[in-house]
């Protein structure tokens, strides 16, 4: 979560909202974590992306992630998805892209 409201690369973040980080650098504001989840996956996966893990945060129940989910599934059906429970207590999701 944004402890403060701030624009940075261009995204206006605003308290609250949780973030995407990608190579570094924040790529994704959104006030819903699965919103931040999914935007997140889009700026990830490219044509080469084989495989995506998701480790879910001990934040994250498995109910309520199922139709995140079905929509990684639907927009990337070539894609194998492998869902981890990851229990980490700071992150609600680490993401991994091969």
Known sequence: DS???????G????????????EKE???????????????VDKMI??????????????????AFVATKK???EKYPDLNIDIKDGKQNVYSFLISVE
């Open 46 to 63: 490219d044509e080469e992306s084989a495989i995506l893990t998701i480790f879910l945060g001990e934040d994250v129940k498995r109910e």
């Open 11 to 22: 995204i206006r973040i605003q308290k609250d909202d949780f973030i995407g980080i990608f």
């Open 71 to 73: 929509a990684i599934e």
């Open 26 to 40: 924040i790529v994704v504001g959104t006030k819903d974590k699965f919103d931040a989840l999914a935007k997140l």
């Open 3 to 9: 402890i403060r409201d701030c624009e940075l690369n």
